[in-house]
């Protein structure tokens, strides 16, 4: 499990400008650990070594660098 902040207040709509001319693909990111996001970098890679049933927090401003952590709770978000 990990806890990732997502940043994003909308939907990416992904088009043939996103295909990686290169590789002829699109690589989406679902661990939400990448600096290139909505796109895969290959950051999950150091998601590999995660203990079963441990959440973790990866660092933002840290890429690789993640603690683990016990809870978390939601507070609402300030309307001002």
């Avoid at 939907?11 to 590789?23: F, H, W």
């Avoid at 650990?33 to 070594?49: I, K, N, Q, V, W």
């Amino acid at each position: 499990m990990r806890e990732v902040t997502h940043e994003a207040d909308g939907p990416y709509v992904l088009t043939p400008d996103d295909i990686d001319e290169e590789k002829g693909d699109v690589a989406v990111c679902l661990c939400g650990l990448s600096g290139e996001y909505p796109f895969c970098d290959g950051s999950h890679r150091a998601t590999e070594d995660e203990e079963p049933g441990v959440r973790y927090k990866y660092e933002d401003d840290r890429p690789g660098e993640r603690r683990a952590i016990e809870d978390f709770e939601f507070v609402e978000a300030d309307p001002e």
